[in-house]
């Protein structure tokens, strides 16, 4: 039987005013459970393109991995208009993502900054390895702070141990959330101020499951 689509408002700017970033993490994490139980949300999608043509009002920024099996709205279970989304192999931060962050919340009205990392991360694992490829291997310089950090882990300190790799993952969202409240002075104004909320999250890819860090 076929089901008719959910005709969803695309957010106005007086309803994303009236979000805190507690209400937007909420709604991430419930979208979210949906994904998991395969109970996405039903959208006319011409309808909502048609809607946000004078407008856009996003809940969020998400810095995500450009992994192809890390599909960021669905994964929330979000529509057009919901979220600004950055991605980058191994969701690192540079000084263009930071602007586009600065927009996203200051001038944009988003309530929350999640940074995303994933199980599996083959930028994570290249990093470990020292890979050497053109600019690739400038962007894995980015994540040896996050290796470094791991530096006491008895195991095998190589891209085949999955549970180093794994470790290595999730103090990367850790160090890059902790770069943005570091290089942003906007953003780390408007969070000292309740505005908004910069956290960091982990993608279980045999789940599905986003846990929060």
């Given at each position: ?150 530096c006491d882990f008895k195991g095998e300190k190589t891209s085949k141990s999955p549970e180093f790799v794994d470790l290595v993952i999730r103090e990367n969202v850790k160090v890059t959330v902790d770069a943005i409240r ?32």
């Amino acid at each position: 039987m076929n089901q008719e689509p959910l005709i969803e408002r695309v957010l106005s700017a007086e309803e994303q005013k009236k979000l805190s970033p507690d209400d937007v993490l909420k709604s991430l994490i419930e979208g979210n459970k949906r994904f998991v139980a395969g109970t996405l949300t039903l959208r006319d999608h011409s309808k909502q393109i048609r809607d946000a043509v004078n407008g856009q009002f996003p809940k969020a920024i998400i810095l995500s991995c450009i992994d192809s099996r890390v599909p960021v709205e669905d994964v929330f279970d979000k529509g057009i208009g919901d979220l600004f989304v950055a991605r980058v192999a191994g969701n690192i931060v540079n000084e263009d993502i930071l602007g586009s962050m600065e927009f996203s919340c200051k001038l944009a009205g988003a309530k929350l900054v999640l940074v995303i990392g994933h199980e599996y991360c083959g930028a994570i694992k290249g990093a470990i390895d020292n890979v050497k490829l053109g600019n690739l291997s400038t962007l894995l310089n980015k994540i040896k702070p996050a290796i470094d950090k791991c530096c006491d882990f008895k195991g095998e300190k190589t891209s085949k141990s999955p549970e180093f790799v794994d470790l290595v993952i999730r103090e990367n969202v850790k160090v890059t959330v902790d770069a943005i409240r570091a290089q942003s002075e906007v953003l780390r104004e408007m969070e000292k101020s309740g505005e908004i909320k910069i956290a960091g999250a982990y993608y279980d890819m045999d789940t599905g499951l986003v846990t929060i860090l």
